[in-house]
């Protein structure tokens, strides 16, 4: 069994910043593909920004520019900074990993999600 463990989000003011962790724990082989995506009331959960093994990103159009997601394979730890967040940032934000196992499967998890709340 595989855990991801978000932390960092919080309240914070229109303008400002929050860095993200997504820590993993359990039966890990290797973690491929890490990702962070939201969901925010009514919506649907949507991707945030995807980072590979070996540091490829990719991110969502609304957040390009302000937000950067980074990776440390040694920690199976995956971060999400977020700059210049506006109040539309608002959200539950959800760690996900392609996770391959110590029996060399691969299977998909996700965390318990972390709120970020930005008022304006």
Do not use: H
């Amino acid at each position: 069994q595989v855990q991801l463990v978000e932390s960092g989000g919080g309240l914070v003011q229109a303008g400002g910043s929050l860095r993200l962790s997504c820590v993993a724990s359990g039966n890990i082989f290797r973690i491929d593909d890490m990702g962070w995506y939201r969901q925010a009331p009514g919506n649907q959960r949507e991707l945030v920004a995807l980072i590979t093994r070996g540091g490829s990103t990719n991110y969502a159009d609304s957040v390009k520019g302000r937000f950067t997601i980074s990776r440390d394979n040694a920690k199976n730890t995956a971060y999400l900074q977020m700059n210049s967040l506006k109040s539309e940032d608002t959200a539950v934000y959800y760690c996900n990993a392609d996770v391959i196992t110590g029996r060399l499967r691969v299977e998909n998890y996700w965390g318990q999600g972390t709120q970020v709340t930005v008022s304006s």
